[in-house]
């Protein structure tokens, strides 16, 4: 899995939407979270480009604002790190 791609996940998990975004793309198109992502150079836009919202039991406004913040997060060059705590 290419940067971006992994930036992506972490992003979706960070928002505890990745496994939402999972189901829906299972959903409605058949497919997993590996093969949207593979290959991919262009990561604009792809929750837009993935999912219609309105059909999701999270509804429009639940992905149109992960939209605009994963987008947003483009523009400025975040990386998303999911942490993890030590049990030590």
Partial sequence: ???IAN???NFLTYHKAYDKFCFNL???HGLIFNDLVSGRVE???LIDH???WGSTPEGHGYWSNLSMLW???LDQGTSHAVGYKSIW
């Fill in 1 to 3: 899995m290419n940067v």
């Fill in 71 to 73: 987008n947003d997060s």
């Fill in 7 to 9: 930036n992506f996940r």
């Fill in 43 to 45: 990561f604009r836009s």
């Fill in 26 to 28: 299972m959903s409605q």
């Fill in 50 to 52: 993935s999912l219609s």
